[in-house]
């Protein structure tokens, strides 16, 4: 079969194609015949990363495509069935590729009303905004919410939570991508790269301050952060948590979530490897019964994979880049 192989860490452009054997399946598993797969910054970050673990190894995190092949503990699944998953970090058979592999419990069937790209682009970003908006905070209608990086992936379904929920959101982004982050339904917009973002939030908040963070950037920048928290403010960081040495005690109340979604897949307790599929469930859901949308997707070919990781990592893209396989 075709794949992107990395055959070692260091760099994006260790990823390879080549033609290697489809993967065999153990009894747990299905072989998935892969008709779509979206791009994530976490697979040009594990291919930058990666130190010395087995390779070869094929990325894609965010599968969409269809069984063709079962072991013999399969239960919930069957041949031809549309299917999508999130893949453990640790294996080796993603999605980019003619087939991947995927253990039956992570697994979550296509809702009719969705095709094959739509599906690809609902795990890694929008398991990961679903976790955060319905699993870790503790939501008020009225509220503030600032979610940077509103035009990404995961902002793009955060910021269509936010609403559905009755928040208040304030997003960052770049000036060419605030009339989508606008559509998607963000109330007030910060140029991140002309504004001062935490003299905005002053402004909009009058000094208050914002109930809810989102921060999708780093630690340093959640660090920053702080300090425009309101009292009890939670903060979910994604990228980084922020660094306490300065900050005083007893001060806001403020609640911090570390949100490593992925770790899900691969902790040894089947009551929380259950929970990706749970979320793939509900969040699949949504999309379906027209409540949230996909995020704007930017289709292209499994050859151009390479170059749209480089321009993920460039910040060049928003919304979810989707590589077609048919």
């Not at 935490?198 to 208050?208: C, D, G, Q, V």
């Amino acid at each position: 079969m075709k794949a992107l192989v990395l055959q070692h860490g260091g760099s994006i452009k260790n990823l390879q194609f080549e033609d290697i054997p489809v993967p065999k399946i153990k009894a747990n598993e299905l072989l998935i015949k892969v008709h779509a797969v979206a791009l994530n910054p976490s697979d040009y970050q594990t291919a930058e990363a990666l130190g010395e673990l087995s390779f070869p190894i094929v990325l894609g995190l965010d599968v969409a495509g269809e069984v063709v092949a079962m072991g013999e503990d399969v239960k919930r699944f069957s041949i031809g069935q549309r299917v999508f998953f999130l893949r453990k970090m640790d294996n080796p058979h993603g999605g980019f590729a003619e087939f991947a592999v995927t253990p039956e419990s992570f697994l979550c069937e296509i809702p009719k009303e969705l095709d094959y790209i739509q599906a690809s682009a609902l795990p890694g970003a929008g398991m990961t905004a679903y976790h955060i908006m319905y699993d870790r905070f503790k939501l008020h209608a009225g509220k503030t919410i600032l979610i940077h990086g509103g035009a990404g992936g995961v902002g793009s379904y955060l910021i269509q939570m936010a609403k559905l929920n009755g928040l208040r959101v304030i997003t960052t982004c770049s000036r060419e991508n605030e009339v989508y982050v606008k559509q998607l339904g963000a109330d007030f917009i910060i140029d991140y790269k002309k504004e001062n973002i935490y003299e905005r939030i002053n402004e909009i908040t009058h000094h208050l301050g914002v109930d809810y963070v989102v921060n999708t950037i780093s630690g340093e920048s959640s660090t920053k952060d702080m300090k425009i928290m309101k009292f009890g403010c939670e903060l979910a960081a994604i990228a980084g948590l922020p660094d306490m040495t300065g900050w005083k005690f007893y001060d806001k109340g403020i609640s911090i979530h570390e949100i490593a979604f992925g770790n899900y897949l691969t902790s040894p307790d089947k009551e929380i490897q259950a929970v990706p599929a749970k979320t793939a469930q509900a969040l699949s859901k949504l999309v379906a019964d027209e409540k949230i949308k996909v995020p704007e997707i930017q289709k292209i070919k499994f050859e151009e994979i390479p170059k749209y990781l480089h321009l993920m990592k460039e910040r060049k893209t928003h919304g979810k880049v989707v590589a077609s396989m048919l």
